[in-house]
Protein backbone atom coordinates (compact mmCIF):
# COMPACT_ATOMS: atom_id res chain seq x y z
CA UNK A 1 0.00 0.00 0.00
CA UNK A 2 1.56 3.57 -1.00
CA UNK A 3 -0.23 6.66 -0.31
CA UNK A 4 -0.14 9.79 -3.37
CA UNK A 5 1.02 13.28 -2.80
CA UNK A 6 0.13 15.79 -5.22
CA UNK A 7 2.34 18.55 -6.42
CA UNK A 8 2.36 21.46 -8.61
CA UNK A 9 4.84 22.22 -12.00
CA UNK A 10 3.67 25.40 -14.22
CA UNK A 11 1.84 23.60 -17.15
CA UNK A 12 2.09 19.99 -15.12
CA UNK A 13 -0.68 21.50 -12.20
CA UNK A 14 -2.27 17.94 -11.82
CA UNK A 15 -5.50 17.54 -12.57
CA UNK A 16 -8.25 17.94 -9.58
CA UNK A 17 -9.44 14.21 -9.89
CA UNK A 18 -5.86 13.10 -8.91
CA UNK A 19 -6.23 15.31 -4.80
CA UNK A 20 -5.89 12.30 -2.64
CA UNK A 21 -5.36 12.60 1.02
CA UNK A 22 -1.75 11.52 2.29
CA UNK A 23 -2.01 8.36 4.07
CA UNK A 24 1.02 7.27 6.05
CA UNK A 25 2.87 3.86 6.43
CA UNK A 26 4.54 3.21 9.11
CA UNK A 27 6.67 0.24 9.16
CA UNK A 28 6.88 -1.30 12.44
CA UNK A 29 9.99 -0.82 14.38
CA UNK A 30 10.46 -1.68 18.60
CA UNK A 31 9.77 -1.12 21.32
CA UNK A 32 9.21 2.72 22.82
CA UNK A 33 9.56 3.80 19.18
CA UNK A 34 6.68 2.39 18.05
CA UNK A 35 4.26 3.53 20.36
CA UNK A 36 5.92 6.94 20.06
CA UNK A 37 5.77 6.71 15.89
CA UNK A 38 2.00 5.42 16.15
CA UNK A 39 0.96 8.15 18.17
CA UNK A 40 2.54 11.11 15.73
CA UNK A 41 0.94 8.99 12.84
CA UNK A 42 -2.34 9.26 14.65
CA UNK A 43 -1.88 12.76 15.22
CA UNK A 44 -1.68 13.39 11.77
CA UNK A 45 -4.81 11.53 10.63
CA UNK A 46 -6.46 13.68 12.85
CA UNK A 47 -4.73 16.88 11.36
CA UNK A 48 -3.23 18.12 14.52
CA UNK A 49 0.13 18.64 12.82
CA UNK A 50 1.88 20.93 15.20
CA UNK A 51 1.29 17.78 18.16
CA UNK A 52 2.81 14.99 16.00
CA UNK A 53 5.88 17.20 14.86
CA UNK A 54 7.06 17.86 18.14
CA UNK A 55 7.00 14.19 19.10
CA UNK A 56 8.98 13.62 16.08
CA UNK A 57 11.60 15.93 16.85
CA UNK A 58 12.36 14.38 20.58
CA UNK A 59 12.09 11.20 18.47
CA UNK A 60 14.78 12.21 16.21
CA UNK A 61 17.12 13.06 18.79
CA UNK A 62 18.29 9.42 20.09
CA UNK A 63 16.24 7.06 18.31
CA UNK A 64 17.58 3.99 15.89
CA UNK A 65 14.89 4.75 13.75
CA UNK A 66 15.84 8.56 12.56
CA UNK A 67 15.26 7.27 8.63
CA UNK A 68 11.26 6.64 9.44
CA UNK A 69 11.59 9.65 11.68
CA UNK A 70 13.02 12.18 9.00
CA UNK A 71 10.52 10.65 6.58
CA UNK A 72 7.54 11.47 8.85
CA UNK A 73 8.83 15.08 9.64
CA UNK A 74 9.02 15.41 5.67
CA UNK A 75 5.34 13.97 4.50
CA UNK A 76 4.20 16.53 7.19
CA UNK A 77 6.58 19.58 5.58
CA UNK A 78 4.86 18.51 2.51
CA UNK A 79 1.73 18.66 3.59
CA UNK A 80 2.15 22.66 4.72
CA UNK A 81 3.75 23.08 0.89
CA UNK A 82 7.69 23.90 2.46
CA UNK A 83 9.09 21.72 -0.15
CA UNK A 84 12.56 23.29 0.86
CA UNK A 85 12.04 21.41 4.56
CA UNK A 86 10.83 18.74 2.84
CA UNK A 87 13.96 18.18 0.99
CA UNK A 88 16.37 18.41 3.77
CA UNK A 89 14.47 15.79 5.97
CA UNK A 90 13.55 13.92 2.94
CA UNK A 91 17.25 14.01 1.83
CA UNK A 92 18.24 12.73 5.50
CA UNK A 93 16.18 9.56 5.53
CA UNK A 94 17.37 8.25 2.16
CA UNK A 95 20.98 9.09 3.18
CA UNK A 96 20.09 6.31 6.71
CA UNK A 97 18.19 4.45 4.89
CA UNK A 98 18.27 4.25 1.01
CA UNK A 99 16.35 1.14 -0.14
CA UNK A 100 12.60 2.41 0.72
CA UNK A 101 10.36 3.42 -2.39
CA UNK A 102 7.91 5.71 -0.13
CA UNK A 103 11.06 8.44 0.67
CA UNK A 104 12.05 8.66 -2.85
CA UNK A 105 8.58 8.85 -3.90
CA UNK A 106 7.58 11.20 -1.27
CA UNK A 107 11.57 13.09 -2.18
CA UNK A 108 9.80 13.22 -6.14
CA UNK A 109 7.00 15.35 -4.90
CA UNK A 110 8.97 17.54 -3.37
CA UNK A 111 10.73 18.36 -5.90
CA UNK A 112 7.86 18.90 -7.99
CA UNK A 113 7.27 21.69 -6.01
CA UNK A 114 9.88 23.28 -5.95
CA UNK A 115 9.78 23.39 -9.95
CA UNK A 116 6.56 24.81 -9.33
CA UNK A 117 7.89 27.76 -7.32
CA UNK A 118 11.47 28.38 -9.38
CA UNK A 119 12.25 30.13 -12.85
CA UNK A 120 12.88 28.33 -15.88
CA UNK A 121 16.66 27.56 -14.86
CA UNK A 122 15.69 26.20 -11.82
CA UNK A 123 12.25 24.24 -12.66
CA UNK A 124 14.70 22.53 -15.40
CA UNK A 125 16.88 21.07 -12.81
CA UNK A 126 14.30 20.21 -10.20
CA UNK A 127 12.06 18.79 -12.61
CA UNK A 128 15.15 16.58 -13.99
CA UNK A 129 15.55 15.31 -10.62
CA UNK A 130 12.10 14.55 -9.96
CA UNK A 131 11.61 12.48 -13.02
CA UNK A 132 15.13 10.41 -11.48
CA UNK A 133 13.75 9.80 -8.22
CA UNK A 134 10.09 8.16 -9.63
CA UNK A 135 12.38 6.29 -11.49
CA UNK A 136 14.34 5.09 -8.59
CA UNK A 137 11.43 4.26 -6.96
CA UNK A 138 10.16 2.06 -9.29
CA UNK A 139 13.93 0.14 -9.42
CA UNK A 140 13.21 -0.34 -5.78
CA UNK A 141 9.34 -1.09 -5.91
CA UNK A 142 8.17 -1.80 -9.87
CA UNK A 143 4.95 -2.43 -8.72
CA UNK A 144 4.57 1.35 -7.36
CA UNK A 145 1.47 2.51 -8.84
CA UNK A 146 1.16 6.12 -7.66
CA UNK A 147 4.95 6.38 -9.65
CA UNK A 148 3.70 4.90 -12.65
CA UNK A 149 0.76 7.35 -12.62
CA UNK A 150 3.17 10.64 -11.81
CA UNK A 151 5.87 9.31 -14.01
CA UNK A 152 3.40 8.94 -16.98
CA UNK A 153 2.27 12.50 -15.92
CA UNK A 154 5.69 13.61 -16.33
CA UNK A 155 6.25 12.80 -19.70
CA UNK A 156 2.80 14.22 -20.95
CA UNK A 157 2.41 17.24 -19.79
CA UNK A 158 6.14 18.43 -19.26
CA UNK A 159 7.62 20.80 -21.64
CA UNK A 160 9.70 19.08 -24.20
CA UNK A 161 12.60 21.60 -23.06
CA UNK A 162 12.33 20.05 -19.34
CA UNK A 163 12.03 16.43 -20.05
CA UNK A 164 9.06 15.78 -21.09
CA UNK A 165 7.85 12.98 -24.47
CA UNK A 166 4.15 12.89 -25.32
CA UNK A 167 5.32 9.51 -27.55
CA UNK A 168 6.90 7.81 -24.46
CA UNK A 169 3.87 8.62 -22.59
CA UNK A 170 1.30 6.90 -25.10
CA UNK A 171 3.97 4.08 -25.37
CA UNK A 172 4.41 3.81 -21.29
CA UNK A 173 0.57 3.96 -20.56
CA UNK A 174 0.12 0.92 -23.67
CA UNK A 175 2.53 -1.08 -21.47
CA UNK A 176 0.06 -1.19 -18.98
CA UNK A 177 -2.65 -2.95 -20.61
CA UNK A 178 -1.80 -6.27 -19.96
CA UNK A 179 -0.30 -6.26 -16.43
CA UNK A 180 -2.53 -3.60 -15.13
CA UNK A 181 -5.53 -2.99 -16.97
CA UNK A 182 -7.33 -0.45 -15.33
CA UNK A 183 -4.50 1.32 -14.91
CA UNK A 184 -3.09 1.32 -18.82
CA UNK A 185 -6.65 2.44 -19.77
CA UNK A 186 -6.87 5.03 -17.27
CA UNK A 187 -3.78 6.55 -18.56
CA UNK A 188 -4.40 6.44 -22.17
CA UNK A 189 -7.54 8.46 -21.07
CA UNK A 190 -5.60 11.11 -19.94
CA UNK A 191 -3.23 10.93 -22.87
CA UNK A 192 -6.48 11.12 -25.48
CA UNK A 193 -7.76 13.69 -23.11
CA UNK A 194 -4.27 16.01 -23.62
CA UNK A 195 -4.93 15.46 -26.99
CA UNK A 196 -8.44 16.93 -27.30
CA UNK A 197 -9.75 13.26 -28.21
CA UNK A 198 -13.21 13.08 -25.97
CA UNK A 199 -14.54 10.20 -27.78
CA UNK A 200 -11.17 8.06 -26.95
CA UNK A 201 -11.28 9.54 -23.55
CA UNK A 202 -14.56 8.32 -22.38
CA UNK A 203 -13.90 4.88 -24.69
CA UNK A 204 -10.55 4.31 -22.40
CA UNK A 205 -12.44 5.84 -18.75
CA UNK A 206 -15.18 3.35 -18.93
CA UNK A 207 -13.05 0.41 -19.65
CA UNK A 208 -10.49 1.29 -17.16
CA UNK A 209 -14.01 1.57 -14.87
CA UNK A 210 -14.69 -1.90 -15.93
CA UNK A 211 -11.62 -3.13 -14.69
CA UNK A 212 -11.65 -2.20 -11.39
CA UNK A 213 -15.37 -0.86 -11.04
CA UNK A 214 -14.48 0.70 -7.27
CA UNK A 215 -11.22 3.04 -8.77
CA UNK A 216 -12.30 6.56 -7.09
CA UNK A 217 -10.19 8.79 -9.07
CA UNK A 218 -11.54 7.09 -12.15
CA UNK A 219 -15.13 7.77 -10.77
CA UNK A 220 -13.89 11.54 -10.05
CA UNK A 221 -12.17 11.73 -13.44
CA UNK A 222 -16.04 10.58 -15.46
CA UNK A 223 -17.86 12.78 -13.44
CA UNK A 224 -15.61 16.18 -14.45
CA UNK A 225 -15.56 14.61 -17.77
CA UNK A 226 -19.35 14.62 -17.85
CA UNK A 227 -19.94 17.77 -16.57
CA UNK A 228 -17.01 19.45 -18.65
CA UNK A 229 -20.06 18.11 -21.66
CA UNK A 230 -23.12 19.43 -19.38
CA UNK A 231 -24.30 15.81 -18.90
CA UNK A 232 -25.46 16.53 -15.41
CA UNK A 233 -27.25 13.21 -15.04
CA UNK A 234 -24.16 11.23 -15.63
CA UNK A 235 -22.05 13.62 -13.81
CA UNK A 236 -23.93 13.48 -10.91
CA UNK A 237 -24.54 10.19 -10.90
CA UNK A 238 -20.38 8.87 -11.12
CA UNK A 239 -19.53 11.70 -8.46
CA UNK A 240 -22.73 9.92 -6.22
CA UNK A 241 -20.66 6.61 -6.62
CA UNK A 242 -17.37 8.11 -5.88
CA UNK A 243 -18.95 8.95 -2.25
CA UNK A 244 -20.25 5.69 -1.79
CA UNK A 245 -16.89 4.26 -2.71
CA UNK A 246 -14.79 6.40 -0.25
CA UNK A 247 -17.07 8.24 2.18
CA UNK A 248 -13.94 9.28 4.43
CA UNK A 249 -12.51 11.45 2.08
CA UNK A 250 -12.59 15.30 1.74
CA UNK A 251 -11.81 14.78 -2.39
CA UNK A 252 -14.87 12.80 -3.13
CA UNK A 253 -17.62 15.78 -1.93
CA UNK A 254 -14.91 18.31 -2.93
CA UNK A 255 -16.21 17.02 -6.28
CA UNK A 256 -19.81 17.02 -5.86
CA UNK A 257 -19.30 20.35 -4.10
CA UNK A 258 -17.91 21.46 -8.01
CA UNK A 259 -20.75 19.64 -9.41
CA UNK A 260 -23.49 21.83 -7.66
CA UNK A 261 -21.50 25.17 -8.09
CA UNK A 262 -21.67 24.44 -12.12
CA UNK A 263 -25.00 23.88 -12.53
CA UNK A 264 -26.03 27.17 -10.05
CA UNK A 265 -26.58 25.17 -6.53
CA UNK A 266 -24.82 27.20 -4.55
CA UNK A 267 -26.89 26.32 -1.28
CA UNK A 268 -25.85 22.67 -2.13
CA UNK A 269 -22.54 23.52 -3.23
CA UNK A 270 -21.86 25.37 -0.15
CA UNK A 271 -23.15 22.18 1.73
CA UNK A 272 -20.83 19.77 0.11
CA UNK A 273 -17.59 21.67 0.82
CA UNK A 274 -18.32 21.77 4.32
CA UNK A 275 -18.78 18.26 4.16
CA UNK A 276 -15.32 17.74 2.79
CA UNK A 277 -13.53 20.03 5.27
CA UNK A 278 -15.46 17.97 8.02
CA UNK A 279 -13.14 15.17 6.75
CA UNK A 280 -9.98 17.06 6.43
CA UNK A 281 -10.33 20.54 7.45
CA UNK A 282 -6.86 21.53 5.68
CA UNK A 283 -8.00 20.27 2.50
CA UNK A 284 -7.45 23.71 1.16
CA UNK A 285 -9.05 23.11 -2.53
CA UNK A 286 -12.18 23.12 -0.32
CA UNK A 287 -11.71 26.36 1.80
CA UNK A 288 -10.51 28.23 -1.62
CA UNK A 289 -14.20 26.50 -3.18
CA UNK A 290 -16.08 27.12 -0.21
CA UNK A 291 -14.85 31.17 -0.19
CA UNK A 292 -15.93 31.43 -3.85
CA UNK A 293 -19.37 29.91 -3.21
CA UNK A 294 -19.47 32.40 -0.72
CA UNK A 295 -18.93 34.96 -2.90
CA UNK A 296 -21.20 33.70 -5.48
CA UNK A 297 -23.93 33.41 -2.77
CA UNK A 298 -23.74 37.03 -2.07
CA UNK A 299 -21.60 37.03 1.20
CA UNK A 300 -18.41 39.01 0.59
CA UNK A 301 -17.58 39.64 3.95
CA UNK A 302 -17.46 36.07 4.95
CA UNK A 303 -15.64 34.99 1.87
CA UNK A 304 -13.19 37.35 2.34
CA UNK A 305 -12.80 35.90 6.05
CA UNK A 306 -12.11 32.63 4.45
CA UNK A 307 -10.06 34.16 2.05
CA UNK A 308 -7.44 35.68 5.00
CA UNK A 309 -7.38 32.76 6.87
CA UNK A 310 -6.46 30.28 4.13
CA UNK A 311 -3.76 32.81 3.10
CA UNK A 312 -2.35 33.37 6.61
CA UNK A 313 -2.40 29.67 7.69
CA UNK A 314 -1.22 28.24 4.00
CA UNK A 315 1.07 30.85 2.64
CA UNK A 316 2.97 28.60 0.13
CA UNK A 317 0.19 26.29 -0.59
CA UNK A 318 -1.06 27.00 -4.23
CA UNK A 319 -4.58 27.64 -2.90
CA UNK A 320 -3.01 30.07 0.09
CA UNK A 321 -1.04 31.88 -3.21
CA UNK A 322 -4.91 31.84 -4.44
CA UNK A 323 -6.35 33.21 -2.28
CA UNK A 324 -4.09 35.98 -1.91
CA UNK A 325 -4.59 36.97 -5.07
CA UNK A 326 -8.58 36.91 -5.10
CA UNK A 327 -7.76 39.46 -1.49
CA UNK A 328 -6.08 41.34 -3.79
CA UNK A 329 -8.96 41.47 -6.81
CA UNK A 330 -11.32 42.55 -4.08
CA UNK A 331 -9.38 44.95 -2.34
Not at 17 to 30: A, E, K
Not at 67 to 78: E, N
Request: a negative charge; charged letters at 25%; one cysteine or more.
Amino acid sequence: MHFPITFWIKKMILRKYFVSLIMLIITPVCGQETAIIDKADSLLQQNQIVEAESLLHIQQVDSSNRARTFYLLGVISLQRGDHESAIENLEKAIALEGTDADFYFALSNAYGMKAAQSGLFGAFRATRKMRDLLEQTLLIDPGYREAKLLLFQFYLETPGILGGDEDRARRYAESFLKTDPSLGHYLLALYWEDEGNEKKTEQELLLSLKSDPENVNVLNHLGYFYLNKKNAVDSQRYFSRAIEVAPETANVYDSMGDFYAAVAEYDSALNYYKRALQRDPEFTVSIYNKARILEALGRPEEALTVYRDLASHFPEDYYGRLARQRLRELD
